[in-house]
C-alpha cells in the first residue's frame, strides 16, 4: 500500500509535536513524576497509538490492522526490554531522579533517528534484494539465542564510546543540574548527565539492529513500520516511572521475547523460501512453502506475552524477586537520614513484615541483600 505524501508529512508532524509536547510540559522543569502522573500519561499515549491503529484498520482494512498491532505489540515489547538496559546505565552512572526523565527522552528521540533510518535503509535493502530476508530472519534467530545465555540481558555503562568520551574529553564527576556541560576552575567541561547519554545513545543503535528486522518480519509496509515503532517509544518515559519496581520481577521476559524474535525469524525465512531469487537454494527458485499470516502472527505474540507477564508475576521465583524488591526499596529509605521520620518508621515496619514473609517461604538472601536488612533493623529512629 502507497501512502500519500501528505499523510507521511501530517504524521510527521504528529509524532514530533507529541515528543516536543512531551519535553515543554514534562521534561523541562526537572522533577521525579509521582505514580499518578506516570500512570495517566503512559494510557495517554498507549490510546493514541490504539486509536490510530483503528483509524487505520477502519479506513484501510483488517490486514493493515492487524499488522500494525501485531508490530506495535512486539516494539513496545522490545521497548520495555530496552528499559531494563536504561535503567543499568542511569544506575551506574547514579543519575539523581530528577533527571532520569531527560536521559529517557532523549534516548526515545535517539533511538526513533537511529531506527527511522534502519527503517529506510531496510525498505531499500527488500526492494533491491529479496534475499534480504535471509539476512533479517537469521539475525533475529541469533538474537533469541543470545537473549537466552546468561548474562545476554546485562549491560553497563562502561562502553567503548563512554571510555574514549573520559579518555580525550575533559569529564568532572559532578553533576550541575541536568546540564551537559559544568565550568570547574574556568574549564569547560562534560558532565556525567552527557556521558550517561551517549551510554543510552550507544546501546540505541545496537538495539535498532534487533528492532527493524523484527518489525519487517511482520509487515513489509513502511509506513506501518515507521509509525508502530515511532508509537512504541512514545511513552517510553511515562511507562519506566511506572513499572519502574515491576521491571525487575518480569524474570521471564528474556524468554517471552525470545520466543517472540525466533517465531518471527523462522516466518522471515519461509518468506524468504516462498521468494527465494539466490541460485544455490532450489535452482534459484521458489521454495513452496507454508507462511504464516499477520493475524496468526498477532495470536502467538499477544499469547507469549500474556504468559511472560502471567508466569512472572505469579510463579515463586517472581513474587520472591517482588518480596526483595519491596525489602529493599524500605531498608534504603530507613537508612535515609534525609527521609521524613513517620516515612522511615512505616518502612521499618514493613521490612520486618518482608523479612518475616521471606523466613517464611525460606528464600535465603544474597550477602549484599542481607547486609541491607542488618544495617536497617540496627538503626535507631
Same mark, same amino acid.
Given at each position: 500500500?502507497?501512502?500519500?505524501?501528505?499523510?507521511?508529512?501530517?504524521?510527521?508532524?504528529? +509524532?514530533?509535536?507529541?515528543?516536543?509536547?512531551?519535553?515543554?510540559?514534562?521534561?523541562?522543569?526537572?522533577?521525579?513524576?509521582?505514580?499518578?502522573?506516570?500512570?495517566?500519561?503512559?494510557?495517554?499515549?498507549?490510546?493514541?497509538?490504539?486509536? !490510530? *491503529?483503528?483509524?487505520?484498520?477502519?479506513? /484501510?482494512?483488517?490486514? =493493515?490492522?492487524?499488522?500494525? !498491532? /501485531?508490530?506495535?505489540?512486539?516494539?513496545?515489547?522490545?521497548?520495555?526490554?530496552?528499559?531494563?538496559?536504561?535503567?543499568?546505565?542511569?544506575?551506574?552512572?547514579?543519575?539523581?531522579?530528577?533527571?532520569?526523565?531527560?536521559?529517557?527522552?532523549?534516548?526515545?528521540?535517539?533511538?526513533?533517528?537511529?531506527?527511522?533510518?534502519? @527503517?529506510?535503509?531496510?525498505?531499500?535493502? +527488500?526492494?533491491?534484494?529479496? =534475499? @534480504?530476508?535471509?539476512?533479517?530472519?537469521?539475525?533475529?534467530?541469533?538474537?533469541?539465542?543470545?537473549?537466552?545465555?546468561?548474562?545476554?540481558?546485562?549491560?553497563?555503562?562502561?562502553?567503548?564510546?563512554?571510555?574514549?568520551?573520559?579518555?580525550? #574529553?575533559?569529564?568532572?564527576?559532578?553533576?550541575?543540574?541536568?546540564?551537559?556541560? %559544568?565550568?570547574?576552575?574556568?574549564?569547560?567541561? #562534560?558532565?556525567?548527565?552527557?556521558?550517561?547519554?551517549?551510554?543510552?545513545?550507544?546501546?540505541?543503535?545496537?538495539?535498532?539492529?534487533?528492532?527493524?528486522?523484527? +518489525?519487517?518480519?511482520?509487515?513489509?509496509?513502511?509506513?506501518?513500520?515507521? %509509525?508502530? %515503532?515511532?508509537?512504541?517509544?512514545?511513552?517510553?518515559?511515562?511507562?519506566?516511572?511506572?513499572?519502574?519496581?515491576?521491571?525487575?520481577?518480569?524474570?521471564?521476559?528474556?524468554? *517471552?521475547?525470545?520466543?517472540?524474535?525466533?517465531? +518471527?525469524?523462522?516466518?522471515?525465512?519461509?518468506?524468504?523460501?516462498?521468494?527465494?531469487?539466490?541460485?544455490?537454494?532450489?535452482?534459484?527458485?521458489?521454495?513452496?512453502?507454508?507462511?504464516?499470516?499477520?493475524?496468526?502472527?498477532?495470536?502467538? @505474540?499477544?499469547?507469549?506475552? /500474556?504468559?511472560?507477564?502471567?508466569?512472572?508475576?505469579?510463579?515463586?521465583? *517472581?513474587?520472591?524477586? *517482588?518480596?526483595?524488591?519491596?525489602?529493599?526499596?524500605?531498608?534504603?529509605?530507613?537508612?535515609?537520614?534525609?527521609?521524613?521520620?513517620?516515612?522511615?518508621?512505616?518502612?521499618?515496619?514493613?521490612?520486618?513484615?518482608?523479612?518475616?514473609?521471606?523466613?517464611?517461604?525460606?528464600?535465603?538472601?544474597?550477602?549484599?541483600?542481607?547486609?541491607?536488612?542488618?544495617?536497617?533493623?540496627?538503626?535507631?529512629?
Amino acid at each position: 500500500m502507497n501512502t500519500p505524501a501528505v499523510v507521511w508529512v501530517l504524521t510527521v508532524i504528529f +509524532i514530533v509535536g507529541l515528543l516536543l509536547f512531551d519535553f515543554f510540559a514534562h521534561v523541562r522543569k526537572a522533577h521525579a513524576p509521582s505514580l499518578r502522573e506516570a500512570a495517566a500519561w503512559s494510557g495517554v499515549y498507549v490510546g493514541v497509538a490504539v486509536l !490510530f *491503529g483503528v483509524g487505520g484498520l477502519l479506513l /484501510a482494512g483488517p490486514r =493493515w490492522g492487524s499488522e500494525y !498491532f /501485531a508490530g506495535y505489540l512486539t516494539e513496545k515489547a522490545l521497548s520495555v526490554d530496552n528499559l531494563f538496559v536504561f535503567m543499568v546505565i542511569m544506575a551506574a552512572f547514579a543519575v539523581p531522579r530528577e533527571y532520569q526523565q531527560k536521559v529517557l527522552l532523549f534516548g526515545i528521540v535517539f533511538a526513533l533517528i537511529a531506527r527511522t533510518g534502519l @527503517i529506510l535503509l531496510g525498505a531499500t535493502l +527488500i526492494e533491491a534484494f529479496a =534475499w @534480504i530476508f535471509y539476512v533479517f530472519g537469521a539475525v533475529l534467530i541469533l538474537t533469541a539465542v543470545n537473549l537466552l545465555r546468561p548474562g545476554g540481558h546485562e549491560a553497563s555503562g562502561d562502553n567503548v564510546v563512554v571510555r574514549l568520551a573520559q579518555r580525550f #574529553l575533559n569529564t568532572t564527576d559532578e553533576y550541575d543540574g541536568d546540564r551537559l556541560t %559544568t565550568r570547574v576552575a574556568g574549564r569547560r567541561m #562534560l558532565t556525567p548527565m552527557a556521558l550517561v547519554m551517549v551510554a543510552i545513545g550507544g546501546t540505541d543503535i545496537l538495539f535498532a539492529f534487533d528492532s527493524v528486522p523484527a +518489525i519487517y518480519g511482520l509487515t513489509e509496509d513502511v509506513y506501518i513500520v515507521f %509509525t508502530a %515503532t515511532a508509537f512504541s517509544l512514545l511513552g517510553l518515559r511515562q511507562l519506566f516511572f511506572l513499572i519502574d519496581g515491576l521491571l525487575d520481577r518480569l524474570i521471564y521476559l528474556s524468554y *517471552g521475547l525470545a520466543a517472540i524474535l525466533a517465531f +518471527i525469524g523462522v516466518k522471515l525465512l519461509l518468506h524468504a523460501l516462498h521468494e527465494n531469487d539466490l541460485p544455490f537454494v532450489n535452482g534459484g527458485r521458489p521454495v513452496p512453502v507454508p507462511e504464516v499470516s499477520t493475524p496468526a502472527s498477532l495470536v502467538v @505474540i499477544v499469547v507469549v506475552l /500474556a504468559l511472560t507477564v502471567i508466569a512472572s508475576l505469579a510463579t515463586p521465583a *517472581g513474587r520472591r524477586n *517482588g518480596r526483595l524488591l519491596k525489602l529493599r526499596e524500605h531498608a534504603r529509605i530507613v537508612l535515609d537520614p534525609t527521609a521524613a521520620p513517620h516515612k522511615r518508621h512505616e518502612s521499618l515496619e514493613r521490612v520486618e513484615e518482608v523479612h518475616g514473609d521471606l523466613e517464611a517461604s525460606r528464600d535465603e538472601l544474597s550477602p549484599e541483600d542481607e547486609n541491607l536488612l542488618q544495617q536497617a533493623r540496627s538503626t535507631r529512629l
